[in-house]
């Protein structure tokens, strides 16, 4: 019985993988992303990420791959995750509500030509959207990591990777691959084969 649904939930896996890899159009907006984030990169700019959650993992572990290294030692890259201050995180939830929290901050951190990326498996997150609001007065350009629909960010605008499922675990596991897909070609474009 157990082995039965382990293999299910692989092959689940597997078919939304294979739904992503087969979709040329989402596959091209993969690369504007990658494209989007080193001009920003190349120009002085942060990449900010966000997400809830299993996102938040997401957005804290993709933004490591940015500032730390990823596939070699290189320079790091101007890139954070905005969930990481608990101190701010809960002073701002409590004071001026949760749905504030990314908005707040990206106000006093984000520049006009910087990204936010917004990770969020329903597209919906209330704290996502107040932060693209603001993104929309600074002139910061949004990628939204979603699943099918894109839910309210789709609406915001910007550049939208929706995974095409509606399994919570599924979309997750696709926006890890895509986000280390793009950091992938972001550094391999900013520094071919750097050598330290």
């Given at each position: 019985m157990e082995i039965n649904r382990i293999k299910e939930a692989i092959g689940q896996s597997i078919a939304v993988k294979q739904a992503v890899l087969s979709d040329e159009e989402l596959m091209s907006r993969v690369g504007r992303a990658a494209q989007m984030i080193e001009a920003t990169l190349r120009?002085?700019?942060k990449?900010?990420?966000?997400?809830?959650?299993g996102s938040a993992a997401d957005a804290q572990h993709l933004a490591a791959e940015l500032s730390g290294r990823f596939y070699f030692d290189r320079p790091p890259l101007n890139a954070e995750a905005l969930h990481c201050?608990?101190?701010y995180l809960t002073a701002v939830g409590n004071d001026y509500g949760y749905d504030q929290v990314f908005a707040r901050l990206l106000r006093g951190t984000a520049?006009?030509?910087?990204?936010?990326?917004?990770?969020?498996?329903?597209?919906?997150?209330?704290?996502?959207?107040e932060a693209y609001k603001v993104c929309r007065e600074l002139g910061v350009q949004t990628i939204s990591l979603t699943g099918a629909t894109g839910g309210k960010m789709k609406e915001m605008g910007g550049?939208?990777?929706n995974v095409p499922s509606t399994d919570t675990p599924r979309i997750q596991e696709?926006?890890?691959?895509l986000g280390h897909i793009i950091c992938e070609l972001v550094e391999k474009s900013l520094f071919g084969e750097w050598k330290q």
């Open positions: 120009a002085g700019g990449i900010h990420f966000c997400g809830n959650g201050n608990s101190s520049r006009q030509g910087d990204v936010l990326v917004g990770i969020s498996t329903s597209g919906n997150s209330a704290n996502i959207v550049l939208l990777l696709c926006h890890i691959m």
